[in-house]
């Protein structure tokens, strides 16, 4: 599992199907269930949103009692407010691109 307070983190992974211990990412405004997907959290300082991007695959996302899944192409923004809004976001988006710099290449 993984805390994320600020910054942005992406997961490539496929489902394990156990969800005796699920792979979970906590951020203030809640929480991002893996399910087997490759997906994006960032997180703005303090105040501000997390978003969640899912590439493929879906995720899971708990943001004030609530839980809703987002499947790919979504991207869910968790407000401070206690909101959320749902947006898409295609899989070779110009947001996406900094992951291709920062891994290596396979």
Same mark, same amino acid.
């Given at each position: 599992?993984? +805390?994320?307070?600020?910054?942005? =983190?992406?997961?490539?992974? $496929?489902a394990d199907g156990s969800q005796a211990r699920p792979f979970v990412v906590t951020t203030r405004?809640?929480?991002?269930?893996? +399910?087997?997907t490759q997906f994006m =959290?960032?997180?703005?300082? $303090?105040?501000?949103p997390v978003s969640v991007s899912v590439r493929e695959g879906r995720v899971l996302v708990e943001h004030d009692g609530a839980r809703r899944e987002a499947a790919a192409g979504d991207r869910v923004t968790l407000l401070a407010d206690g909101s959320a809004q749902v947006g898409r976001i295609a899989p070779d988006a110009a947001?996406?691109?900094w992951i291709h710099a920062v891994t290596p290449p396979y």
């Open positions: 599992n993984v +805390v994320l307070d600020e910054g942005a =983190v992406y997961f490539d992974s $496929q405004r809640g929480l991002v269930q893996h +399910v087997g =959290v960032k997180a703005a300082r $303090q105040a501000g947001e996406w691109q």
